[in-house]
């Protein structure tokens, strides 16, 4: 039987699909909205954080007060060009190819969605340890290391909402031991994350990713990292390319297929555009593990 090649519309819905099951880091951090960019390959943008003010003290009634300036601090974000593009012959597509989907768009999309988490992942990597837990895993250490990053957050003043915790695999397999957690695994109000959560813990939803160095935890607020992602401008039907969009686990991606002449095949390409930074040191807590 003749395979049938997708659309770009199919391997979008295919994108959300697989995306909701696969992305976790872009769902807990800020993201800047695709009309606050506009540049080439490699651009930046710049995000402006506010700088907290400190209210004052009138000593003397009637006396001439103090003035204070809004300062704003600026965040550059560098955004890259992520692709995966494919050909596929006609004797492919007749004879080779059972299931496109399966075989040429699951790849395509999953490709591309990783590497855009994987700038989440570089931007939480580069933040320096602050403390570590033990060698040998114990539920004292664990719970203690824990507690400690979670003071560590509330003395900053940050919020106790939208905390997070990342984890490696191997602190993820710390965090499962302890007793109690699984009783809390089905706990979480945001059901876009539900399913690549731990649980929730001391007030963080713990989330694992394979992205993040072995290991290492991230205590953080959503906003002490932001992420930026689009997808490319659109390109004329008139051109002779069947494009789509989707958004979907945090990642926004624009799908591609055309005939490719000069090759006797059918061009698939699936691009985004992402970047990630840190916003403000001051609202994460890099746990290590004691060599």
Known sequence: MAN???????ISRLAVALLNRSLMLPQTVSKI??????GPNGGTVTV??????????????????TWDDVAETPVDVTVKHLYSAVKVTDEELTMTLVEYGRQVAANQVNAVAVKAEDQVA??????????????????????????????????????????FLAVSADIATRILTLEGLQNAAAAGSDSALREGTIGRIFGFTVVESNALTAGTALAYHRSAFTWAN????????????????AEAGGVSMRTAVQWLPDFLSKGSVVQTFAGAALV??????????TA
Not at 236 to 245: N, Q, R
């Open 48 to 65: 402006m954080v506010p700088t907290p003010l400190a209210a004052r003290e009138q000593v003397t009634p009637g006396a001439q007060i």
């Open 122 to 163: 570089a931007a939480m990597n580069a933040v320096a340890v602050e403390d570590s837990f033990a060698a040998t895993a114990t539920d004292a250490d664990t719970i203690a290391t824990l507690l400690g990053a979670r003071q560590a957050l509330t003395a900053a003043n940050v919020p106790a909402g939208d905390r």
């Open 4 to 10: 049938t090649f997708l659309t770009a519309a199919q």
């Open 33 to 38: 909205p695709g009309a606050e960019y506009a």
């Open 230 to 245: 689009f997808p490319p401008a659109g390109v004329s039907s008139a051109e002779g390319v069947d494009i789509a969009t």
């Open 280 to 289: 403000d040191a001051a609202r994460v807590v890099k746990l290590g593990t």
